[in-house]
């Protein structure tokens, strides 16, 4: 029997941290949540750093 | 019967002259595409000194940015098999294109060689390109020269695509797009982790930063592009013409106050600019309180200044009863809120230093009761 085929870890991780992303600007962006540059550069930063680490760490597992 | 001695005959001479020394790039000692590695080798120096040049050379008028795109372009890497029909027309084709654009560069930019000129960003965008396709498919850019000509196109056209994408997003969200920006991102997201089973949609990453990004920015800013783009320059004559805010996307918004005799008492007056640059022009006989926020840049009220990112200014003053005093609050997403006196309204910012010999003052206000601001010089 074959194990089941793993998923796409860059996929999985860069969808994740985007969803995440995704749902705080949708927050910004509707004025529930006020977010200055100081706070929001770092989460911007955080999500594109998790995406080239996820890229970096599978880079060649595919 | 005589016999001959069994002697052993002398090793026929060696057909094959050694090989004729080649410059290659190097397939073992690169970090790019081996060209600084295959330099090394050819001249028999460390390659690391051969890359501390390259990039002297690339810092010093872009020539090292030239001269390695084009040997990513024309030199074959070592081990390569030797070009057949196919390579051979791909490597005239990128010859042709590489001397197309060096003189496209050196005709239409006017410049020399030395000064990198127009062929410093031509080539600029070729190496970017080469370094997001490697990035982008983890492929270093080996092969013939058409199949590198054709990964620098490529990670050329992403460039392009995603700076598209990212200019569209920042007007989009600028003008009160941010939600459907911000859903498309979380609909990117949510198909990436459902892909993710499915063998994946990498490709789905880059778009999805390239719009999410300066909608984080715009949003963060809080740059507004509602009210126009352009510039918007309005002189009341009297009082009653006076609004009691001015808006404009993005742009220059200059409002001349100079032509109103404003009486004793307060007025304000509320500028917003979603990205540009504000400019109130007053009377020199009119003290100017003022408070701003700036997503990111600057505040100059006369003499003093402040600047930086998510900026809060604010500079109170108090008028003698007898003058009248003007308070300005000012909403800047990306840009600059100027307050001054002189008239030479066709100053941008960024100008500023032109006329920094213009002592300006608020001298009409009696005093300062407080005031702040990021980065704020009082002066």
């Known amino acids: 029997m074959r194990p089941p085929a793993s998923p796409d870890r860059l996929s999985l991780i860069a969808g994740l941290v985007l969803v995440v992303l995704g749902t705080v600007l949708l927050l910004c962006s509707r004025g529930t949540l006020q977010m200055s540059i100081g706070a929001m550069a770092p989460i911007a930063f955080a999500a594109v750093g998790a995406i080239l680490l996820a890229s970096g760490l599978t880079r060649g597992a595919r | ?379």
């Open chain 2, 1 to 379: 019967m005589n016999e001959t001695p069994d002697t052993p005959l002398p090793p026929p001479p060696d057909a094959t002259p050694p090989p004729a020394k080649r410059f290659e790039r190097s397939s073992s000692d690169r970090v790019i595409g081996g060209v600084c590695g295959g330099l090394g080798r050819y001249f028999r120096i460390v390659a690391t000194l051969v890359r501390i040049g390259m990039v002297a050379l690339a810092l010093l008028g872009g020539t090292g940015l030239i001269v390695y795109a084009a040997a990513l372009v024309l030199v074959p890497a070592d081990g390569e098999v030797p070009a057949g029909p196919t390579e051979s027309r791909d490597r005239a084709l990128a010859i042709g294109i590489a001397i197309s654009l060096t003189i496209a560069g050196v005709v239409f930019g006017g410049f020399g060689l030395g000064a990198g000129g127009a062929l410093f960003p031509i080539a600029g965008l070729c190496v970017a390109g080469l370094a997001v396709w490697w990035l982008v498919s983890g492929e270093r850019p080996a092969g013939g020269a058409g199949t590198i000509a054709r990964r620098a196109a490529l990670g050329v056209a992403l460039i392009v695509g995603c700076f598209a994408l990212a200019v569209g997003s920042f007007f989009a969200s600028g003008l009160g797009g941010g939600v459907v920006i911000a859903s498309l991102v979380i609909a990117a997201g949510a198909t990436l982790v459902v892909s993710a089973f499915a063998g994946g949609a990498r490709w789905l990453v880059l778009p999805a930063l390239a719009i999410a990004l300066p909608l984080a920015f715009v949003t963060a800013a809080g740059i507004d592009l509602d009210g126009g783009f352009g510039e918007k320059r309005v002189r009341p004559g009297s009082v009653a013409e006076i609004r009691e805010s001015y808006r404009l996307g993005m742009g220059e918004l200059v409002v001349d106050l100079r032509d109103v005799k404003l009486p004793a008492g307060d007025r304000r007056v509320k500028l917003g600019v979603g990205t540009g640059h504000a400019l109130v022009l007053v009377d020199e006989g009119v003290c100017v309180a003022s408070t701003a926020t700036v997503g990111v840049g600057g505040v100059f009220v006369f003499e003093r200044e402040g600047g930086g990112v998510d900026v809060d200014w604010s500079d109170e003053r108090r008028a003698p009863k007898s003058t009248p005093r003007l308070i300005v609050e000012g909403d800047i997403g990306l840009g600059v809120l100027e307050v001054r006196h002189d008239g030479e309204v066709d100053h941008g910012p960024g100008r500023r230093s032109d006329r920094e010999h213009v002592a300006e003052s608020n001298d009409a206000c009696a005093t300062r009761t407080a005031s702040r601001g990021s980065g704020a010089s009082a002066g």
